[in-house]
């Protein structure tokens, strides 16, 4: 049973730093994708951003410049560094991995961790 364990969040002041954690348990595989999505109340859950198991990265305009995806394939954790955080970045931020195993993919998620940014 693939599981993912997100960690890091908490409250931070505008323009402070976190540093979001995924660790993924229950396979030795290496997922094909990784990413982080967020939702703030009353909203839907949107792309933050992704990574590949080989380093390329997407990201959405809001977190460009601002946060930074990296993954650790021989762990199958995947980090995102917050920087220069605002009130809008506030919200739960869900951990998603895709498996693909023989043409099948799997995602999986998180249980999310809240950020806080006060103004």
């Known amino acids: 049973q693939v599981q993912l364990v997100e960690s890091g969040g908490g409250l931070v002041q505008a323009g402070g730093s976190l540093r979001l954690s995924c660790a993924a348990s229950?396979?030795?595989?290496?997922?094909?994708?990784m990413g982080w999505y967020r939702q703030a109340p009353g909203k839907q859950r949107e792309l933050v951003t992704t990574?590949?198991?080989?380093?390329?990265?997407n990201y959405a305009d809001s977190v460009k410049g601002r946060f930074t995806i990296s993954r650790d394939n021989a762990k199958n954790t995947v980090y995102l560094q917050m920087n220069s955080l605002k009130p809008e970045d506030t919200a739960v931020y869900y951990c998603k991995a895709t498996l693909s195993i023989l043409y099948k993919e799997f995602e999986y998620w998180g249980q999310g961790t809240q950020v806080t940014v006060s103004s």
């Open positions: 990574i590949t198991s080989g380093g390329s990265t």
């Open positions: 229950g396979t030795r595989s290496s997922f094909r994708l």
